[in-house]
């Protein structure tokens, strides 16, 4: 039994089960390794928040000195509260309403548009404004369909055929356009896809039509492996080009710039891992059927993306290997953590380990069934914390009686 594992399995029996555990230092070394592979000395890295937005793991990258992408008033006032100062958000919200935007405005955080109607809008609400404008890379990239946002069929970004009319809105209202920004779609594991949306973006900027930025922001989707044959990119090479890139539109625009990114996935998705309890076992005319105590509210990419997560049987790692389809406590079919997958002997009470579930996992989490996410740990230095307490049944009926209460 490897240490891992006797450190998971203790987890589990101190903190019980289902529980969302949390490597502290590997989420530290993602964050460092970036600043190693791209070299641009005025690199920023905002952290993807909506990844996960646990406040221990905003903490420990607040420290490191990261920025953070907030999409939401919620996350950029919990961003504030974990101690992040307004000028180290941006905030990249879709389809925003008037209230959002006052109450955003209201934060200091700077606002990026990804349309001309809340250009204009934010622009005859606040003339004279910074702003940050979002444009669309034209590069269809990301590992499911779903998760694609560069292309004229995505609802992101202003075309580049629309620079123009953002310009003309910009002098109109006298916006004073600080940012450009783009994001080309999430766990790209071709690092052209990001290179050509780069080099897309930049071309499109005249330095005389934009003479006011200060940065140039180009989202987040860089790829970490899933599945066991899944290839890492290689970053330090991928970075290299960036910097080579970047460093050309530089000397191009005439002024050294901020290059930033907006991890999440890359920063958190493998410092995650989510441990489960078998408490069900069936033999369907030969299709195993394992049942574990936890559902696809709690951990939804397998059902909602047909992602892959890698499972270990934390309990019989040595156990002869078997087919099983590895299913949740939701009242649905497709209540699958995985289907036909080999696994060592799973016995009831084993504990599995289902992998790379720090990103998106918990943060996709709901309370269908009413069942209460669990709580999630954050393990640094050998020491393990509770970084959130899960509710418990009542505290959860209580929520649900609201005012009824
Ligand atoms: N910046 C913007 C503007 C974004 O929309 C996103 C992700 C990111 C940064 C961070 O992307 P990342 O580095 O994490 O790939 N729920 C999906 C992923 C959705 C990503 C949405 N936007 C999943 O579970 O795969």
Not at 267 to 282: P, Y
């Amino acid at each position: 039994m490897n240490q891992d594992t006797s450190n998971l399995i203790g987890l589990a029996e101190k903190y019980g089960t289902p529980l969302y555990v949390y490597d502290g230092e590997l989420i530290r070394q993602r964050y460092r390794e970036l600043h190693t592979f791209i070299s641009w000395p005025k690199l920023r890295i905002y952290y993807a928040m909506k990844a996960n937005a646990n406040v221990r793991i905003l903490k420990l990258l607040g420290k490191e000195g990261a920025g953070l992408d907030t999409v939401s008033p919620a996350e950029v006032l919990l961003g504030l509260r974990a101690g992040f100062a307004p000028e180290r958000m941006l905030y990249t919200a879709n389809n925003m309403t008037d209230g959002e935007i006052r109450e955003v405005r209201k934060t200091g955080v700077l606002m990026n548009f990804e349309s001309l109607v809340h250009l204009e809008k934010f622009g005859s609400m606040f003339p004279g404004s910074e702003v940050c404008v979002r444009l669309n890379p034209d590069v269809m990239a990301g590992y499911f369909d779903k998760i694609k946002t560069g292309g004229a069929l995505t609802k992101f970004g202003i075309l580049l055929q629309d620079i123009p009319q953002v310009l003309d809105i910009a002098q109109r209202h006298r916006l004073n356009i600080v940012g450009i920004h783009e994001h080309t779609g999430s766990g790209i594991n071709n690092s052209d896809a990001v290179l050509q949306s780069m080099r897309n973006i930049l071309d499109a900027i005249i330095p005389e039509a934009f003479p006011g930025l200060r940065f140039v922001d180009f989202g987040g989707g860089f790829g970490v492996p899933y599945k066991p044959d899944d290839r890492r990119i290689d970053y330090a090479t991928f970075g290299r080009h960036i910097t080579d890139i970047f460093s050309a539109f530089c000397r191009r625009y005439g002024k050294e710039l901020e290059l930033c990114f907006e991890p999440g996935k890359y920063i958190v998705a493998e410092a995650g891992t989510f441990l489960v309890q078998v408490n069900n076992l069936k033999d369907n005319r030969g299709r195993l059927i394992a049942g574990v105590n936890s559902g696809f509210p709690q951990l939804i990419r397998p059902m909602f993306y047909g992602a892959y997560h890698h499972m270990d049987n934390l309990s019989n790692p040595g156990g002869k290997r078997n087919v099983y389809d590895i299913v949740g406590n939701i009242c649905e079919t497709g209540d699958r953590f995985a289907e036909q997958r080999e696994l060592p002997e799973i016995r009831i009470g084993d504990y599995l380990a289902i992998r790379n579930a720090g990103a998106y996992c918990y943060a996709m989490g709901g309370v269908y069934n009413l069942r209460p996410m669990p709580s999630e740990v954050i393990v640094e230095n050998g020491k393990d914390r509770l970084a959130r307490r899960g509710l418990t049944n009542s505290e959860l009926v209580e929520q649900m009686m609201g005012e009824s209460a």
